[in-house]
């Protein structure tokens, strides 16, 4: 017998998490199928920590960056727990083009040191500063979505490959290499494995393994009011740098990294990539002790225009894409779930036009 649903979710990393914990909320027969464990270190969701900003480059996300604010407000209420650490933030850039949005504003480098007195930004840079920055519990937050789903009704399987789809007069049927589901909508949230998974729709997307070092945990040089986040223009790529909060060590990283098959586990860091970005963090954050830290490896899923997937394909009646990260997704988790599960009940979203799958840059 062909298990019947309202939605299939392909793949529960956070986006995947968020959509079946809201529709499940909602009301809706919901099955979450994931390849790997939960919390898995294969693809985007992984890790202790993750950025949340309001400052963005271009107005066309103020409204989605409200809604992710507000959602994690709402996950919070409803999970009784904090998520999110607001500890400020300061965006340093060579050029003046800064950020905007929210309570975002440019600054002197001399008014930042006087916000985050721990951050030491390079000689002639412009910045913006940015109040409600933070960080979100990633890791946290990637447990209770699953737990939540689960508590809503929702049935997450573990250790389950998704292998194909076909859309049908009855709906989508989805096969896994245990059984077929039928579902009259399918939602694709399968992170790094986007083209793979969509090669019709043909977007230009390539995976990138992004490393990360974090220094031991306890250190009050390394947490908020000293600290908050921020990132650096380098000719080498942007760092960005995420203070200590919940016993998780600042963290540091560059949103730069080589071609990866995500078929293949990411590759750990090296001694000499590891040294290299523990002297970043030292370079930034001065009063930080970088010994003894811990260095990890991610995959990025990086579009044309640095801008998510999400909406229904054209060419295929009944699936959603889910696609949210060019190194910038995780914050905006409930606002992707809530998305998601609009679609899914065909409520219509013209906000979200600018991150329609069928925008012209991604071909
Ligand atoms: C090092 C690093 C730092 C980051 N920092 C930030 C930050 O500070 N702020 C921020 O907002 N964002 C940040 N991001 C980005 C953010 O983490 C991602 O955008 C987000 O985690 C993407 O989640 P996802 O659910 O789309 O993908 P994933 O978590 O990769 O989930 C996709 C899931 O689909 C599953 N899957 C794939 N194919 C199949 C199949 N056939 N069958 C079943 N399951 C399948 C995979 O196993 C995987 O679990 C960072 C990312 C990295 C790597």
């Given at each position: 017998m062909t298990a019947r649903y309202d939605a299939v979710i392909l793949g529960l990393g956070?986006?995947?998490?968020?959509?079946?914990?809201?529709?499940?909320?909602?009301?809706?027969?919901?099955?979450?199928?994931?390849?790997?464990?939960?919390?898995?270190?294969?693809?985007?969701?992984?890790?202790?920590?993750?950025?949340?900003?309001?400052?963005?480059?271009?107005?066309d996300w103020n409204e989605f960056v409200r809604h992710a604010y507000r959602g994690w407000e709402r996950w919070e209420r409803q999970a009784g727990m904090v998520f999110v650490h607001r500890t400020s933030g300061a965006y340093a850039h060579r050029s003046g083009g800064g950020l905007q949005?929210?309570?975002?504003?440019?600054?002197?480098?001399?008014?930042?040191?006087?916000?985050?007195?721990?951050?030491?930004?390079?000689?002639?840079?412009?910045a913006t500063l940015d109040p409600d920055a933070g960080?979100?519990?990633?890791?946290?937050?990637?447990?209770?979505?699953?737990?939540?789903?689960?508590?809503?009704?929702?049935?997450?399987?573990?250790?389950e490959t998704v292998l194909?789809?076909?859309g049908?007069?009855?709906?989508?049927?989805?096969?896994?290499?245990?059984?077929?589901?039928?579902?009259?909508?399918?939602?694709?949230?399968?992170?790094?494995w986007l083209s793979r998974l969509l090669p019709a729709v043909g977007v230009r997307a390539e995976v990138w393994r992004i490393l990360t070092y974090s220094a031991r945990p306890g250190q009050a040089a390394a947490q908020s009011p000293a600290l908050g986040a921020f990132s650096v223009d380098l000719d080498e790529g942007l760092v960005f740098g995420l203070p200590e909060v919940a016993g998780a060590g600042a963290k540091i990283g560059v949103d730069a990294g080589v071609l990866w098959d995500p078929e293949i586990p990411v590759a750990p860091p090296t001694p000499e990539e590891t040294g290299h970005l523990a002297g970043l963090l030292a370079r930034f954050a001065p009063g930080v002790d970088v010994t003894g830290g811990e260095a990890a490896a991610c995959l990025y899923t990086m579009t044309p225009d640095r801008r998510f997937l999400i909406g229904a394909l054209a060419d295929q009646?009944?699936?959603?894409?889910?696609?949210?990260?060019?190194?910038?997704?995780?914050?905006?988790?409930?606002?992707?779930?809530?998305?998601?599960?609009?679609?899914?009940?065909?409520?219509?979203?013209?906000?979200?036009?600018?991150?329609?799958p069928d925008r012209e840059v991604l071909r």
């Open positions: 956070i986006h995947g998490s968020a959509s079946a914990y809201e529709l499940a909320r909602r009301g809706l027969r919901v099955a979450g199928i994931e390849r790997f464990t939960a919390g898995h270190p294969r693809g985007s969701s992984h890790g202790a920590t993750r950025m949340i900003r309001r400052a963005y480059p271009h107005p949005g929210g309570r975002s504003r440019p600054a002197s480098l001399d008014e930042v040191a006087e916000v985050l007195p721990g951050l030491r930004l390079p000689d002639g840079y412009h960080v979100v519990e990633a890791g946290a937050a990637l447990a209770w979505a699953h737990a939540a789903a689960a508590e809503a009704g929702a049935e997450l399987s573990f250790g194909g789809w076909a049908d007069d009855e709906g989508v049927r989805v096969a896994t290499d245990r059984r077929e589901l039928l579902a009259d909508r399918l939602v694709v949230a399968g992170g790094p009646p009944g699936v959603i894409v889910a696609a949210a990260c060019s190194g910038h997704g995780f914050k905006f988790a409930p606002a992707v779930g809530e998305a998601v599960a609009d679609l899914v009940e065909g409520i219509d979203r013209p906000d979200l036009d600018f991150l329609r």
